[in-house]
Nanobody
Framework: QVQLVESGGGLVQAGGSLRLACAASGRTFSSSTGWFRQAPGKEREFVAAIRWSGGFTYYADSVKGRFTISRDNAENTVYLQMNSLKPEDTAVYYC????????????????????WGQGTQVTVSS
């Protein structure tokens, strides 16, 4: 079992920044971690993902150049640095972990992940 806990959400004005953290406990070894978000009335969508081996990263087009995903191996934590935030970034942000490696994909699908956190709210005011 892997437990994932997100933190760092909050209320910020448009143009501002937030850094989300996803801390893993339990069986901490995983191959990949992703961030997804879900706005009210919308489906959960991919934001970014990182492979623990090699540090390869993937981003949704909507956040590319504004968000950065990174990992701290020692702390078993994945971060999502969000800059130049827009009102349309408002959503509950979830982190997810996949245990076994999966190659040749962008890790952007919900069903590619084994464990999910409870989410953290991000609200961007205009």
């Amino acid at each position: 079992q892997v437990q994932l806990v997100e933190s760092g959400g909050g209320l910020v004005q448009a143009g501002g920044s937030l850094r989300l953290a996803c801390a893993a406990s339990g069986r901490t070894f995983s191959s990949s971690t992703g961030w997804f978000r879900q706005a009210p009335g919308k489906e959960r969508e991919f934001v970014a993902a990182i492979r623990w081996s090699g540090g390869f990263t993937y981003y949704a087009d909507s956040v590319k150049g504004r968000f950065t995903i990174s990992r701290d191996n020692a702390e078993n934590t994945v971060y999502l640095q969000m800059n130049s935030l827009k009102p349309e970034d408002t959503a509950v942000y979830y982190c997810a972990a996949r245990l076994s490696p999966l190659y040749g994909v962008r890790l952007s699908s919900l069903d590619e992940y084994d464990y999910w956190g409870q989410g953290t709210q991000v609200t961007v005011s205009s």
